[in-house]
């Protein structure tokens, strides 16, 4: 069974840091790009960060610039999203989800998904 896992959420407080894993299963990751996308409550999924198959390019939204870094470990098959500096309006469910070829932030593009983690960023 194909399958994305992401670990790694929790409640933290404004300014502080959390690193949030995607593990594969049933498939290789290194084959696929893949993306971090978010969802606050009344609002539609948007991208995060992206990084492409063999981890040289990255893509990273405008609002999490200089505080999120993507990377990818395919030996173990994991993708990681280092938040630094977090905002309160960073609090969302974070999933990331897998697709063929080059980066997107075109939700239906993406072929895997896994069942997210919730960010709280909150005093």
């Known amino acids: 069974q194909l399958q994305l896992v992401e670990s790694g959420g929790g409640l933290v407080q404004p300014g502080g840091s959390l690193r949030l894993s995607c593990a594969a299963s049933?498939?290789?990751?290194?084959?696929?790009?893949i993306g971090w996308f978010r969802q606050a409550p009344g609002k539609e999924r948007g991208g995060v960060s992206c990084?492409?198959?063999?981890?040289?390019?990255?893509t990273v939204a405008d609002s999490v610039s200089g505080r999120f870094t993507i990377s990818r470990d395919n030996a173990k098959n994991t993708v990681y999203l280092q938040m630094n500096s977090l905002k309160p309006e960073d609090t969302a469910v974070y999933y990331c989800?897998?697709?063929?070829?080059?980066?997107?932030?075109?939700?239906?593009?993406?072929?895997?998904w896994g069942q997210g983690t919730q960010v709280t960023v909150s005093s």
């Open positions: 989800a897998a697709k063929r070829y080059i980066c997107s932030d075109y939700v239906p593009e993406y072929d895997y």
């Open positions: 049933g498939f290789t990751l290194e084959n696929y790009a």
């Open positions: 990084i492409g198959r063999s981890g040289v390019l990255t």
